[in-house]
């Protein structure tokens, strides 16, 4: 089998390395890629937010399967171009992807499917943003409605940032068209948590849960970014809670895509807030969460490639994942000043030391070579993965490895999965 991955970050990497390990021993390109992803695969240079040059691609190396990583490759409809060229495509049609390239619209389905959903409005006028606002309270919760690349949130106690954030998004064009319209909506308190379903259209299987860390400091303080770590599996949400979710929110929203006409055929994300009155969703996602997959893939027995096939083909009905018992712990490291403006090209040093360690996965996520060296290119730069038996030597893997990593005005969080190793250790 040949698979061509589109996508150049962390998750990409992450994928690329399992689909490496897969029994079926594909043979994988990745298009663009980056450093990491070519030790498991070889690397085609290609615009994949075009979605004609990802269709002239396809027929250059005439892939059995595609599988596309990224959102906006999706919302911009390269499921559709591959498909209408008979190509088998892991990833959902323009249409299906609006669960994520727009919130008004998931909304919207959420409640034809019968998905419990919190108060919530959408706007185009920054003054009736305000007021809805006002009306629901503090905290406050404001969303770009468009793709935003996981910076287009801003949850926060203070109106004064609130009415600023609604102001940026849909007056300043802070985030172009994808902030034009905005959504309100009531916050959610309690544990977060992520469950991706691989989908055929008609069928499901899902993965076990996992929980990401989306504001950039300690202490979930400071702005929201992409992700800044994650972990799996996650004892607030064991397999019986994870089953109702599955029943309750991500088969009805299955269903609702089918009977829309434009079936789920990808990897359908649900992050969920485990609330007093039972699971909420926070958001969808038509794609693998980032850095979810990090610290989901190294724990995957499962062949990826084998399953997306099956999505992509519509022959997942019967198929079962298989996990590994071992606990995984994911630890992002940004450039300084991420979320915001920040240098790129610095040297990164100690990677082999870091990758030496057992049990340790490094995944690139923006990283480039420059003259030789292997030098920073983004805002989310590596993730340093560990498995363990338990999420306390997880984690305790994971910090030694980043400990052995540096580059000028390096940035990561010293908490990621603190809570769920002490709530582990506890129960023992």
């Not at 969920?272 to 996602?285: K, M, Y």
């Amino acid at each position: 089998m040949k698979v061509l991955l589109l996508g150049s970050g962390g998750r990409e990497s992450a994928l690329a390395e399992a689909l490496a390990a897969s029994r079926s021993a594909p043979e994988v390109i990745a298009a663009p890629g980056n450093p990491g992803i070519a030790k498991f695969a070889a690397t085609e240079p290609a615009p994949v937010l075009d979605p004609s040059s990802v269709v002239d691609l396809t027929t250059r190396v005439r892939p059995d399967l595609v599988i596309v990583g990224p959102e906006a490759p999706l919302v911009a409809g390269a499921g559709d171009a591959l498909r209408a060229r008979g190509v088998a495509v892991f990833g959902p049609d323009a249409g299906a992807a609006r669960i994520e390239g727009s919130k008004t619209y998931a909304k919207e389905l959420m409640e034809r499917a019968g998905v419990p959903v919190t108060r919530w409005g959408s706007f185009t006028s920054s003054e009736e943003a305000a007021a809805f606002a006002d009306e629901l309270g503090p905290p406050y919760v404001v969303k770009a409605d468009g793709l935003a690349a996981g910076k287009g949130v801003v949850v926060t106690d203070q109106r004064d940032e609130a009415v600023a954030a609604i102001r940026a998004a849909v007056i300043d064009a802070r985030f172009g068209e994808a902030g034009r319209r905005v959504v309100i909506e009531e916050f959610l308190d309690g544990e977060e948590v992520s469950i991706i379903a691989f989908c055929d259209g008609a069928h499901l299987v899902a993965c076990e849960p996992a929980q990401d860390f989306k504001r950039v400091l300690d202490g979930d303080r400071g702005p929201n970014t992409g992700g800044m770590g994650s972990y799996s599996p996650v004892p607030a949400c064991p397999p019986g809670d994870a089953e109702r979710i599955v029943d309750e929110i991500l088969s009805p929203m299955l269903r609702a895509t089918a009977e829309a006409g434009v079936p789920f055929i990808g990897a359908l994300y649900a992050g969920l807030a485990l609330t007093s009155q039972g699971p909420r969703v926070v958001e969808f996602n038509a794609r693998f969460g980032d850095p979810e997959t990090q610290a989901l893939m190294p724990r995957l027995q499962s062949d990826l490639a084998e399953t997306c096939l099956a999505c992509a083909t519509g022959d997942l009905a019967g198929t079962k994942l298989e996990w590994r018992s071992q606990s995984c712990v994911t630890v992002v490291l940004a450039a300084g000043g991420y979320p915001g403006p920040h240098h790129s090209a610095l040297p990164i040093e100690g990677l082999e030391d870091a990758a030496s360690i057992p049990g340790v996965h490094v995944f690139h996520a923006g990283t480039a070579i420059e003259n030789g060296t292997l030098v920073t290119a983004g805002g989310r730069v590596l993730n340093v993965s560990a498995v363990g038996p338990t999420l306390t030597a997880a984690r305790a893997s994971a910090y030694d490895a980043v400990a052995k990593i540096s580059w000028q005005d390096m940035h990561f969080r010293t908490d990621i999965a603190a809570c769920a190793a002490s709530i582990e250790g506890s129960a023992e």
